[in-house]
C-alpha cells in the first residue's frame, strides 16, 4: 500500500533492453524505514537490497556507502554517473 501502483512492477523480473547501457547504483548504508518496517537481506540502503539491484544486462554496477534517501544526494554517486555518461563505466574495476 507504501508505494501504490508501484507495488505491482516489483513482482516482475528487471528487463534491460540490449540496445541500451545501463548502470545500477546500490546504496549499503542501513538506514530509514525499510530496517524495521521489513527485514532485507544484508547488505542494503534501508530501503533495497544490493542483491536485488544485480540484474542481467547491466554495463555497470556500483555499491556506495550511502542510505536510499542519501544516495539522491551523493556527490560521490554524481561523479560515479558523469563517468558512465562520458565512458560508459564507472571506474577500473566495478562490476
Given at each position: 500500500?507504501?508505494v501504490g501502483?508501484?507495488?505491482?512492477?516489483?513482482?516482475?523480473?528487471?528487463?534491460?533492453?540490449?540496445?541500451r547501457e545501463?548502470?545500477?547504483?546500490?546504496?549499503?548504508?542501513?538506514?530509514?524505514?525499510?530496517?524495521?518496517?521489513?527485514?532485507?537481506?544484508?547488505?542494503?540502503?534501508?530501503?533495497?537490497?544490493?542483491?536485488?539491484?544485480?540484474?542481467?544486462?547491466?554495463?555497470?554496477?556500483?555499491?556506495?556507502?550511502?542510505?536510499?534517501?542519501?544516495?539522491?544526494?551523493?556527490?560521490?554517486?554524481?561523479?560515479?554517473?558523469?563517468?558512465?555518461?562520458?565512458?560508459?563505466?564507472?571506474?577500473?574495476?566495478?562490476?
Amino acid at each position: 500500500w507504501a508505494v501504490g501502483q508501484a507495488a505491482a512492477r516489483l513482482d516482475q523480473p528487471a528487463r534491460i533492453p540490449a540496445d541500451r547501457e545501463v548502470a545500477m547504483i546500490a546504496g549499503d548504508r542501513a538506514v530509514g524505514l525499510g530496517q524495521w518496517l521489513g527485514r532485507l537481506p544484508q547488505p542494503h540502503d534501508g530501503t533495497v537490497a544490493v542483491a536485488e539491484t544485480r540484474v542481467p544486462g547491466l554495463q555497470a554496477h556500483r555499491v556506495i556507502h550511502a542510505s536510499h534517501t542519501g544516495l539522491v544526494f551523493s556527490a560521490e554517486v554524481a561523479d560515479a554517473c558523469e563517468r558512465f555518461l562520458k565512458n560508459g563505466h564507472f571506474a577500473q574495476g566495478d562490476r
